[in-house]
């Protein structure tokens, strides 16, 4: 199935911003675009650094060599699957996130 990211001007709002993370999420996108998934272990096939926060349809991206993350909620349809950005940062950020337990709930976007 194809991965239907929403919304992708959340990246785009980001990198502008934060100019330096271009390259990392131009990499993450175009394997995105290319991908076929079925599940999570279809995923997980393509981004091997892909953590699930326990007990919740949530992935964790890294992006960049680990210089980013971000969080998605994930659904699988019955035509495509479906990528919901919930919150992107730095691996500094992403720590104080999960120090503060909050990795469950975030949805900034």
Known sequence: MKVRLIKMQTII??????????????IWLNRVKLADWSNLNDLKATFHST???KGTNRIIFDIG???YRMIC???VG???FHLY???IGTHA?????CNSNKQYSIDNY
Not at 13 to 26: L, M
């Open 85 to 87: 950005i919930n919150w």
């Open 93 to 97: 950020e992403y720590t104080k996130l």
């Open 65 to 67: 060599g680990n210089k």
């Open 73 to 75: 909620s994930y659904i």
């Open 13 to 26: 709002d980001y990198i502008e911003v934060n100019k330096q993370a271009k390259t990392g999420f131009d």
């Open 78 to 80: 019955r035509k495509n």
């Open 51 to 53: 953590d699930q926060i």
